[in-house]
């Protein structure tokens, strides 16, 4: 069974924010929702984050060829 519990962070504790049962040595899954993922933190504006990325394929043995012919092999895969 899948439950939403709501809770924060308290000096690196997870502090619950509504009472709940739970049974002992019972399995929990903890799903972090950040404001902003710690991935992303970077010195620049999160405007031009994508800039990075720009051309960061064009060497590659996979995406090196003419993007049409990659695509429509692609394609040909699902025929």
Avoid: C, H
């Avoid at 939403?4 to 504790?13: D, L, Q, R, T, Y």
């Avoid at 899954?29 to 990075?52: C, F, G, H, M």
């Amino acid at each position: 069974m899948y439950q939403a519990i709501e809770a924060v962070s308290k000096s690196g504790m997870i502090q619950l924010l509504e009472p709940v049962q739970l049974e002992e040595n019972e399995q929990l899954v903890v799903l972090r929702i950040s404001k902003r993922a710690t991935y992303l933190e970077t010195s620049s504006s999160p405007s031009k984050d994508w800039r990075k990325f720009v051309g960061l394929l064009k060497s590659s043995a996979v995406f090196g060829d003419d993007p049409l012919a990659i695509q429509q092999e692609m394609r040909s895969d699902w025929d």
